[in-house]
């Protein structure tokens, strides 16, 4: 998979809310905050997103996150959540996905969900939005010891697994 015909919804130093690459079968990826990748250049998250994507017969993809802010290291993360900058990362995420029937959505935020508070609230307010869509929920690799799906960048490329929204609702959230 080339990277071409992405475009990407933010702001290059401060937030992106999606980075997509235009195909006929897109793969909805989240991580849990975006980092330097843009509509120009993939880093290394985007890289295994498109290898994931190409593997599994996707010809593109649609990079959301938990939360928008740009950052290279997760701890840095706001000590608070935005609400305003969160209210529309969840708009973006609707335009992205709102039309798509029973989208194949792969989770790969690893443990850094865990770092604030708020970005498992983040992540139960997409997961309620996208319910209407009857979402596909996969991962990739095994789970980590907290339960949660791998980030992309610490697996190996393998087919998608079904992952148990529910379960995972009912244990973690």
């Given at each position: ?25 897109k793969l909805v ?112 690799g095994t789970l ?23 379960e995972y609702i009912?244990?973690?959230?």
């Amino acid at each position: 998979m080339k990277y071409e015909n992405v475009t990407m919804k933010g702001n290059a130093n401060e937030f992106r809310f999606s980075l997509t690459k235009e195909g006929n079968r897109k793969l909805v990826v989240f991580g849990v905050n975006p980092s330097t990748a843009n509509e120009q250049i993939a880093d290394l998250t985007i890289t295994k997103v498109m290898g994931f994507a190409e593997r599994n017969g996707f010809d593109g993809f649609i990079m959301l996150n938990l939360y928008p802010q740009r950052c290279t290291n997760p701890e840095s993360l706001d000590k608070e959540i935005d609400e305003e900058l969160q209210r529309k990362n969840l708009e973006a995420i609707r335009l992205s996905v709102g039309d798509m029937k029973e989208p194949i959505v792969l989770l790969g935020f690893g443990d850094t969900i865990n770092l604030r508070p708020y970005l498992k609230r983040c992540l139960k307010e997409i997961i309620d939005m996208l319910a209407p869509n009857n979402p596909q929920w996969k991962n990739v690799g095994t789970l980590t010891k907290n339960g949660n799906p791998r980030h992309l960048s610490r697996v190996g490329y393998t087919s998608l697994s079904d992952f148990n929204m529910q379960e995972y609702i009912s244990t973690y959230l």
